[in-house]
């Protein structure tokens, strides 16, 4: 969300944002429904000092025995007006944050300039795509035999659902449990597990709520489905002040994610890319503005560890503005390659969102003042508004497809990367049933 102060004093660079992210100019109309709101402000205020010194006027004319018709009636006036004033100015107040709640969040000057993902800018790209010595083929016809059931998934819930079972199944936990324990134990990340039903102001603070509701699930009782477990770990500091010396946060969480995928229709219909309910590792950072772009890199650097680990081929992409999700500022897609497709596939987006979050969620730090007497720092001051970071470590499911097509052999077994030989007692090869 937006800070109207910031538009107020630069709004041609506001909308010079806007317009990289495609959307009309908002600038003016803001400050003008501001305006209006603030002059309500002033006159609620004036009046409210004038029905206050009319009142003690009026005990005071009582006292001196005067007439005080002509006060009782103003302070009457202002009794009525009054409310009128605080009912349009809190009218416009909550127009005024609606519309601020619609915008996205402004790109950073070094995001590229683009409408779509063929503007999106290689970073950088990390091993060979993998060059088998036999014709690649495409997960959904090596899975089945290892326990990737399609079919059943879809006689169970319908289209994007799949039933995972044996060394399909194994190989999931594995994944799950392996950049659980890299993010824990190796970044730095505390493990958590957080609630996936959550509140319309839970979803409102991390930016799905109003403008995405279409995209989520909701439960009978109005609750939602998380669609990434993003939303959960960042609200952890909605409506809380922090001490700057708890900064930063880092948060992992495993957890089931459900999407409607209302703006899919149509793509990545077969096969176990886009699905109605999966499995992602997600990573979240709360920092000082500071802080927050070395934070992005860092972020960025966990989730790349973790495909290296596996020993997957992958590049680094910056999106451009018209791409980005709408809470972003900067983000960066690691896109895994997929020989039985023969291309580069998204497996994680790293997102830094500034303040946009933070001030949706009303979550805060307070800087540590200077060192006084005896070399104590001071807690007074004013606050400021974190800054969020949400990144994928990574996408449980489409890492599976990732080992699955990378590691297939010709008789269609699978090898298991070393990495996850652990967690699998040992086992380096996933053989086909029968």
């Not at 005071?60 to 005067?66: L, P, V």
């Not at 016809?141 to 319908?158: K, M, N, Q, V, Y």
């Not at 597990?193 to 319309?200: E, N, T």
């Not at 998380?226 to 992992?252: D, K």
Request: charged share 25%.
């Amino acid at each position: 969300m937006h800070d109207i102060r910031t538009i107020r004093n630069d709004p041609e660079s506001f909308d010079a944002g806007l317009a990289r992210r495609g959307v009309e100019p908002a600038a003016a109309a803001l400050v003008a429904l501001d305006e209006r709101r603030r002059a309500l402000q002033t006159e609620l205020q004036a009046g409210q000092a004038r029905r206050n010194e009319a009142s003690k006027a009026i005990g005071a004319a009582k006292s001196r025995r005067d007439d005080p018709s002509d006060l009782m009636a103003e302070v009457a006036a202002l009794k009525e007006r009054l409310p009128v004033i605080e009912a349009e100015e809190k009218a416009l107040g909550e127009e005024l944050d609606a519309r601020l709640a619609a915008l996205p969040n402004l790109p950073y000057a070094d995001v590229p300039d683009g409408g779509g993902e063929d503007e999106n800018v290689v970073e950088h790209v990390s091993g060979e795509p993998t060059d088998l010595p036999f014709p690649a083929q495409e997960h959904d016809a090596i899975g089945p035999a290892l326990g990737l059931d399609f079919e059943t998934g879809a006689r169970l819930s319908g289209a994007r659902f799949t039933f995972l079972r044996g060394s399909a199944a194994r190989l999931h936990r594995a994944l799950g449990q392996f950049m659980l324990d890299t993010l824990a134990r190796e970044h730095g990340y505390e493990e958590a597990v957080p609630p996936v039903l959550v509140r319309d102001e839970t979803m409102f603070g991390t930016g799905q709520l109003p403008k995405f509701a279409e995209d989520s699930f909701r439960t009978t009782d109005g609750r939602w489905l998380i669609p990434t477990s993003e939303v959960s770990l960042t609200n952890y500091v909605r409506g809380q002040i922090l001490p700057e010396a708890a900064l930063p946060l880092r948060f992992t969480a495993l957890t089931p994610c459900f999407r409607s995928e209302a703006g899919a229709a149509g793509r990545d219909t077969r096969g176990y890319i886009r699905q109605h309910q999966f499995e992602k590792v997600e990573m979240v950072s709360i920092v000082t503005p500071e802080t927050s772009e070395a934070e992005h890199e860092r972020m960025t650097a966990c989730a790349e560890d973790i495909l290296n680990r596996l020993g997957l081929p992958f590049r680094r992409m910056k999106l451009c503005s018209g791409d980005m999700g709408f809470t972003a500022a900067r983000t960066y897609d690691l896109e895994v390659w997929l020989p039985g497709q023969a291309r580069y596939r998204e497996i994680s987006s790293c997102s830094t969102c500034t303040d946009f979050q933070a001030r949706r969620m009303n979550a805060r730090y307070r800087p540590e003042g200077e060192p006084g007497a005896g070399g104590a720092k001071s807690s007074k001051g004013a606050t400021r508004f974190v800054h969020t970071l949400n990144g994928s470590g990574l996408a449980v499911g489409r890492t599976l497809v990732a080992v699955l097509e990378n590691y297939q052999q010709e008789d269609g077994s699978v090898a298991v990367p070393e990495a996850l030989q652990p967690y699998l007692r040992g086992l380096n090869r996933l053989e086909p049933a029968g």
